[in-house]
């Protein structure tokens, strides 16, 4: 069974501080990994992705990824009290070009 | 403009009737996907269909049967309902790009059924 691993949370973190969520995968040949964001009571927003190795950016947000170690973490630079969400990882299935994986996602607090 | 558009939002019934959820996308993709999400907030793929052809089918009671009449339409029928069936089912679509699993999801609002 294909997993997907994340902290539930709630990471609870100071408004202006640096958020940092982590995500592990069990599939090797996962080639593609996304970060939805869910508020409550809504439906997952993509907000990143990314399939390289290293960093990407897009403003406040900055995703790794690590394939030697099935790593991928999404950074929030200045944690704004809006960005209180689930934050879902999900990864693709290689053996079907269509599923993706998601995990429980982690619950995250910004505290003003 | 709304890209992928669910009704109902809401959906109360009693154990044992039948309901549809209907499903609709603007975006010119070629997949679309039906997730449940239950009290845990756990999201997990049920069915895809692309371009009206079955490619996803879960462990998924067969109660519940998906059909695409089109590329833009995916609906969700579910017979005899049981209390467990309580959950939120979303709508998704997405363009599958090639064989590397370059697949961006996007989301419907979600339907809310509750079995009493």
């Known amino acids: 069974q294909k997993e997907v691993e994340q902290n539930s949370g709630p990471l609870s973190v100071p408004e202006g501080a640096i958020a940092s969520l982590n995500c592990t995968y069990s599939?090797?040949?996962?080639?593609?990994f996304f970060w939805y964001r869910q508020y409550s009571g809504k439906s997952p927003e993509l907000i990143m992705f990314?399939?390289?190795?290293g960093d990407k950016e897009d403003g406040r947000f900055t995703a790794q990824l690590n394939k030697a170690s099935q790593y991928v973490s999404l950074l929030i630079r200045d944690s704004q009290p809006s960005d209180s969400a689930t934050y879902l990882c999900?990864?693709?299935?290689?053996?079907?070009?269509?599923?993706?994986?998601f995990g429980s996602g982690t619950r995250l607090s910004i505290r003003p | 403009d709304t890209a992928v558009s669910q009704t109902p939002k809401y959906l109360v019934t009693q154990m044992g009737n039948d309901k549809s959820i209907k499903c609709e996308q603007n975006?010119?993709?070629?997949?679309m996907y039906w997730y449940k999400q239950d009290s845990k907030k756990f999201l997990k793929i049920m069915f895809s269909?692309?371009?009206?052809?079955?490619?996803i089918n879960e462990t998924v009671p067969n109660r519940f049967s998906p059909k695409s009449p089109d590329k833009a339409h995916l609906n969700l029928h579910i017979n005899s309902l049981e209390l467990g069936d309580s959950a939120v089912y979303f709508c998704?679509?997405?363009?599958?790009?090639?064989?590397?699993?370059?697949?961006?999801?996007?989301f419907g609002p979600g339907t809310r059924l509750t079995v009493l």
């Open positions: 999900a990864v693709n299935e290689p053996s079907s070009a269509s599923k993706i994986i």
């Open positions: 599939d090797r040949g996962s080639q593609s």
């Open positions: 990314i399939y390289s190795n």
């Open positions: 998704a679509s997405s363009q599958v790009r090639g064989t590397s699993g370059v697949n961006e999801q996007f």
């Open positions: 975006l010119g993709h070629d997949t």
């Open positions: 269909y692309n371009n009206k052809e079955l490619i």
